[in-house]
């Protein structure tokens, strides 16, 4: 991991309001520098704002303040138009795979579909060879091309959700609860390829958990976070042996021991 940073973002603030009278801030003055080549996972219970943090980064929601330097512009001030170039370099990655793939979609459509709208390939041939070779990045074969999303496990259909956003290249690849629905088991696969994706493609990962335990594998550095803020960002050795913030050490109290 080298120490350029990719994105930088200040005191972003977003507040939803709950009803007529009160309004609840997701994310509340945060602050953060993702490097180049790193993973850095973000941490906290459910309803902390991680979310809403990583839809703020790509600028998918905008910030009510801060800013967003990614690639040394402020992305946070952009318009949906001007924002397209940046959005094809920050890619995510859902928990739900069911409902984040169009089940009408055969799976080489589904991974084609960015190649196409970003006009990648002259021809449809180059288009599925690509697709065959994201295809077998993640481990899956040929014959997943005209299947439909249903006639794959879990597992599986959270791979090919892989396999069309790394599509692009991606500068950042923000994995949101990406593991969550799954078995220990293939959680443990699926972290496994990213680990190695991470490897092949000079990949940046904003990883996103409620769980302290699944992170541990895959982060360089670990964010915590509860009500909207930072509590904590740290290196991830430093921060399983040495918490400094009463709330990571309560997380890391119901982190089963073997793990940690
Ligand atoms: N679109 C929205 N409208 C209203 N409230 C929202 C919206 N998105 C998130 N929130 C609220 O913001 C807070 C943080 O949510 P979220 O970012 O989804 O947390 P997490 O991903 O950590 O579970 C929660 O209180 C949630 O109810
Ligand atoms: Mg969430």
């Keep these: ?24 801030f997701a994310v509340n003055d945060v602050s953060l520098d993702i490097y ?19 839809r703020l980064l790509t600028g998918m929601v905008k910030a009510d303040e801060g800013s967003v330097l990614f690639e040394g512009q402020n992305i946070a001030v952009l318009s949906d138009r001007e924002l397209r170039p940046y959005r094809k370099k920050m890619q995510m990655v859902f928990q739900d795979p069911a409902s984040s793939l169009d089940p009408r979609m055969k799976v080489r459509d589904i991974i084609a579909e960015p190649l196409l709208t970003w006009h990648v390939y002259d021809t449809p041939k180059e288009t599925t060879d690509r697709v065959i070779e994201l295809l077998d990045m993640v481990d ?3 014959e997943c091309l005209s299947r439909y999303p249903h006639q794959f496990s879990g597992g599986q259909r959270q791979r ?17 609860e990406a593991v969550s629905a799954l078995d220990v088991c ?11 994706l ?39 050795v430093q921060l399983y042996s040495s918490p400094a913030h009463e709330y990571t050490r309560f997380l890391l109290s119901s982190v089963p021991k073997l793990i940690v």
């Design 198 to 236: 991470k490897q092949q493609m000079g990949l940046t990962c904003l990883f996103i958990s409620h769980d302290l335990s699944v992170v541990s594998f895959i982060a360089d550095r670990i964010c915590v976070m509860k009500d909207g803020s930072i509590c904590e960002i740290a290196p991830a």
């Design 186 to 196: 293939v959680q443990a696969q699926i972290l496994n390829l990213l680990k190695r």
């Design 140 to 142: 899956l074969g040929e």
């Design 1 to 24: 991991m080298d120490k350029k940073i990719l994105l930088s973002a200040s005191h972003l603030k977003k507040r939803y309001r709950v009803n007529r009278r009160s309004s609840v």
């Design 36 to 54: 180049n080549g790193e993973t850095l996972a973000l941490v906290g219970e459910s309803g902390c704002g991680k979310s809403t943090l990583a």
């Design 160 to 176: 090919i959700g892989i396999a069309r956003a790394i599509a692009l290249n991606p500068s950042l690849l923000i994995c949101d």
